[in-house]
């Protein structure tokens, strides 16, 4: 039994295979500029002797059909997918799930219908993961397409955390509150922290950072969401690659009244020109670590802020959970950023945080690892997320539930 994980954009499709045995990853790869002459097909899978092959295609992909289409028969082409019967389950990544969904769904007309009804909440996203579901759906009627939601996890959140202090008919009405979104990659962490911290996840007080080129911040409270960083779209909360994160409301009504700009300027500006690029003009961190060494002050400056507001999140989750049993570092950053890590936790004792700055800096270990000093009454973790895999487990226990 196998499930196939499809993260379907409006213009891309990526894709894992993994085994429901061993939960091993078979084969992944994506497919990119659909509907451009120069379209794209990576592929990676491990032959019979457990090695990793590759190829790369480089050909029209007219539409989501033709490049599913092509992802199957590379599969059966490799011996990763003998036959489509093979497949227990499709499982879609879905962003933006609205109000209603804290669980993953099978999809049938009426969840297809409450994805789209959605759109306006998420308009880069949806669309294309609905594409990528309408084709599974009619390519593969027999195998249940599941979608994920990114927002199903944080549905546990109390309306103290959720609301806007806005009038009401905005929520009522037009369902603005905040969702929250990274779900899968808080929820397949906060796993791996409760079996590092030998209890049971309902057991479990948590602060989860993903920190990629979004990142998000989540209170986890005996296993559960209560509160997490991002809102009604992924630009509130903290420090991001490109977007801002938390600002003052009002700088979008200046900018509206006096720099000309329209809602689509508006939104340029602050989800697509704003965070470490705004600040120091590069937005990998990788780069702005290297910069801020050789003394660039605007990326000193970027880091600065990334763990000022990272702080921020830590204390007021910390005072939020009362008690924190560990602190978890996921997504690119959060798994790589020595300095981030040491920066945002640096002179929290009083909060019982307290770093090693021999295990934080210790790169030969790119697995799940404890970074905390012994005097640290809070564990500090870095564990790398896997949310192709938390999406394949999920898809796989709710068709077999
Ligand atoms: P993600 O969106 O999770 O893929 O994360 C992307 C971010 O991770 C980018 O800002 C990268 O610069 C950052 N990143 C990846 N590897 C490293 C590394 N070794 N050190 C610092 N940052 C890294």
Sequence with gaps: MKVLVLNSGSSSLKYQLFDCGDWRALASGLIARIGEPNGELRQTWLNANGATQTRQDTLPISSHEVGIDHIISG?????ALADVAELVAIGHRVVHGGPNFSQPMIVDDAVAAEITSVIPLAPLHNPGHLAGIAVARQLFPSVP??????TAFHQTMPPTAYRYALPEFLYTEHRIRRYGFHGTS??????????????????CNLITLHLGNGASACAIRHGRCVDTSMGLTPLEGLVMGTRCGDIDPAVAIYALKNLGLDAEGIDQLLNRQSGLLGICGVNDMREIDRLAAA?????EL???????????YLGAYSAELGTVDAIVFTGGIGENAVGIRQRACADLERLGIAI???????RESNGERRIHSATSTVQVLVIPTNEELEIAQQA????TA
């Design 356 to 362: 090693d700055t021999a295990l934080n800096a210790a």
């Design 396 to 399: 796989f226990a709710t068709v």
């Design 186 to 203: 808080h929820h397949y962490v906060a796993k791996r922290a409760a079996i590092m911290l030998g209890k049971p996840l309902a057991q």
């Design 145 to 150: 397409s599941v979608a994920v939601f990114d």
């Design 295 to 299: 003394g660039d002050e605007r990326a």
């Design 302 to 312: 970027a880091l600065g802020m990334t763990a000022h507001r990272l702080k921020k």
């Design 75 to 79: 599969l059966r082409a490799s011996g």
